[in-house]
């Protein structure tokens, strides 16, 4: 059987260039209608800060698109709480030996989340479920798709 060492979690947030961080951060905005428990906040050295969440997962050489969005979002909620700029977000995948992933979080994603929110709210106020979409590609990540009809 072969043992495996994680990476501890220091180390981790050493490569992240963080001098500080606070764990299991409850977070809301009442502009951005959002809540959110971010895992830890880091405070880096170039005076930003990014949000590291923890997947009980296996890195498969990619960022999901909800793992984006959830990383844009935890974003926003830092920068209107702390008044930091955040511009990365990292992703720890503890099923491989805590691997780091670092993501950009760019002001396209940001604005991108924005308008997602509002969809969904709409979504939610009109009681109606969003469009179809022609290719069935997009519905991998969508949450409606065991009950669309398109």
């Known amino acids: 059987m072969k043992t495996l060492l994680l990476i501890p979690k220091e180390y981790l947030r050493k490569k992240a260039r963080a001098i500080d961080k606070l764990n299991d951060v409850y977070l809301s905005s009442e502009n951005l209608k959002l809540v959110g428990k971010i895992d830890e906040v880091l405070f880096l050295q170039d005076g930003t800060a990014a949000p590291l969440d923890y997947k009980y997962a296996f890195w498969e050489n990619k960022i999901f698109k909800t ?26 995948y503890t099923r491989s030996n805590n691997h780091l992933e670092e993501l950009a979080i760019t002001d396209a994603l940001k604005k991108k ?38």
């Open 67 to 92: 793992h984006k969005y959830q990383q844009t979002l935890y974003a926003l909620l830092i920068t209107e709480n702390f008044n930091l700029p955040v511009n990365k977000g990292f992703i720890v």
């Open 113 to 150: 989340d924005i308008i997602l929110v509002d969809e969904i709210f709409k979504i939610i106020k009109d009681e109606m479920y969003p469009k179809g979409s022609n290719s069935k590609r997009k519905c991998s990540d969508c949450t409606y798709r065991n009950i669309c009809n398109a």
